[in-house]
Nanobody
């Protein structure tokens, strides 16, 4: 069973930084495009960032461009999201997602393109 697991969330003041991490069991990590999503209670899940299988291609939501950086280390089977200059509106549950196997491009920021989801890690940014 494919199971992503996120970590690294927490409480931070506005302007601060956090780095989220994601690992996934049950798959050959390098064979999957990956993405980060977030959701606030009562709202739809939104795409934050995504990366191709080898890290060569990335995409970001306009709201996080220039502040967040996605990366992956296939040798370690890890996905990261470096979040800088955090704002209160970044407060949400953040989810790691893996796409269908052997898609050699980014899947974009549409949650429906992804097959496997973690349980999420909470990020809270205080003003």
């Amino acid at each position: 069973e494919v199971q992503p697991v996120e970590s690294g969330g927490g409480l931070v003041q506005a302007g601060g930084s956090l780095r989220l991490s994601c690992t996934a069991s049950g798959l050959t990590f390098a064979e999957y495009a990956m993405g980060w999503f977030r959701q606030v209670a009562g709202k739809e899940r939104e795409g934050v960032s995504c990366v191709s299988w080898n890290g060569g291609s990335t995409d970001y939501a306009d709201s996080v461009k220039g502040r967040f950086t996605i990366s992956r280390d296939n040798t370690k089977g890890m996905l990261y999201l470096q979040m800088d200059s955090l704002k209160p509106e970044d407060t949400a549950m953040y989810y790691c997602a893996a796409g269908p196997r052997l898609r050699w491009y980014t899947l974009g920021l549409d949650p429906s393109k992804y097959n496997y989801w973690g349980q999420g890690t909470q990020v809270t940014v205080s003003s």
